[in-house]
């Protein structure tokens, strides 16, 4: 049973930058047949797509946060990771972390999701 | 920049039938955008229930199920339950490999 799981600091400064780690269990982060997401929630409000990460290392960000965004895979360590530049309020929200299926381009795994708050 | 719709709110009876649909700002749903739909409970992670337009995900009721309703894709509820009273978002792959949720449906069951 794959199993992910989001860990990073609950509270980030405005204009700092956001990270965020994603530890992938029972199964390859490496593998071809899936690609690797992030996903957003700010409270009381709807899922956004963040971006994508595919075998290979190519990355795919949501247009509406411009190059603010940088995924990256650790293969060794199974992990995925997101750090998102100069944050603002707007960027508090719950991050989740999923996995895709690359012929099928839904995802169906997902972690348990981490708060980060932004503020002074 | 593409925009996908969604009911924001629809109420169901229990054991009755409910159609959820998901729509583009601009030009129709068709299997090619790979609809998928979603079931997130308040403080949980969201569920995957359908994928490529109609395939249920594992362990999920068959009384979920997924098609194209004219220039739209749709979630189908039939014999809604109390725990069906849930947020259901839907994704659309536009292709070069961005997602784009819709802003969600909040279903009562009452």
């Known amino acids: 049973q794959v199993q992910l799981q989001e860990s990073g600091p609950g509270l980030v400064r405005p204009s700092e930058t956001l990270s965020l780690i994603c530890t992938v269990s029972g199964g390859s982060i490496s593998s071809s047949s899936y690609y690797w997401g992030w996903i957003r929630q700010p409270p009381g409000k709807g899922l956004e797509w963040i971006g994508s990460i595919y075998y290979g290392g190519s990355t795919y960000n949501n247009p509406s946060l411009k190059s603010r965004v940088t995924i990256s895979v650790d293969t060794p360590k199974n992990q995925l990771s997101l750090k998102l530049s100069s944050v603002t309020a707007a960027d508090t929200a719950v991050y989740y972390c999923?996995?895709?299926?690359?012929?099928?381009?839904?995802?169906?795994?997902w972690g348990q999701g981490t708060l980060v708050t932004v503020s002074s | 920049q593409t925009v996908v719709t969604q009911e924001p709110s629809f109420s169901v009876s229990p054991g009755g039938t409910v159609t959820l649909t998901c729509g583009l700002s601009?030009?129709?749903?068709?299997?090619?955008?790979?609809p998928s739909w979603y079931q997130q409970t308040p403080g949980q992670a969201p569920r995957t229930l359908i994928y490529?337009?109609?395939t249920r995900s594992s362990g999920v009721p068959d009384r979920f199920s997924g098609s194209i309703l004219g220039n739209k894709a749709a979630l189908t509820i039939t014999g809604a339950q109390a725990d069906d009273e849930s947020d259901y978002y839907c994704v659309l792959y536009m292709g070069s490999g961005i997602s784009v949720f819709g802003g969600g449906t909040k279903l009562t069951v009452l």
């Open positions: 999923a996995r895709g299926s690359w012929d099928r381009y839904y995802f169906d795994y």
């Open positions: 490529s337009t109609n």
């Open positions: 601009s030009g129709s749903v068709s299997a090619s955008y790979y």
